[in-house]
């Protein structure tokens, strides 16, 4: 079994930034990469960013250059790095253990289910 147990949401205005943080415990060799997904009301999840164990990253359009997924392997944390918010980050923000799979030049990310509980992410405008 893996747990994830994510943190450091909020309320920021437009424009400010937030780092949000997963701590992994558990079972974990058969994982080889994290992701963070978000739901905001009335909204399917989706994946905003995945990272795999060699540190391979990939985002969703609507964050790519605002968003950074990063992980601290000593800490067993994971962190998604936000600048610029906007009112349409807001959501319920997920961190989630995957499968990681290349091919060619593009990155593909499978969830596993382990999530953690989500954090809130609110932006003001």
């Known amino acids: 079994q893996v747990q994830l147990v994510e943190s450091g949401g909020g309320l920021v205005q437009a424009g400010g930034s937030l780092r949000i943080s997963c701590v992994v415990s558990g079972t974990t060799f058969s994982i080889n990469a994290f992701g963070w997904y978000r739901q905001a009301p009335g909204q399917h999840r989706e994946l905003v960013a995945f990272i795999s164990g060699g540190g391979r990253t990939n985002y969703a359009e609507s964050v790519k250059g605002r968003f950074t997924i990063s992980r601290d392997n000593a800490k067993n944390t994971i962190y998604l790095q936000m600048i610029i918010l906007k009112p349409e980050d807001k959501a319920v923000y997920y961190c989630?253990?995957?499968?990681?799979?290349?091919?060619?030049?593009?990155?593909?990310?499978?969830?596993?289910?382990?999530w953690g509980q989500g954090t809130q992410v609110t932006v003001s405008s």
């Open positions: 989630n253990a995957g499968d990681f799979r290349q091919s060619g030049g593009s990155y593909y990310y499978t969830p596993l289910n382990y």
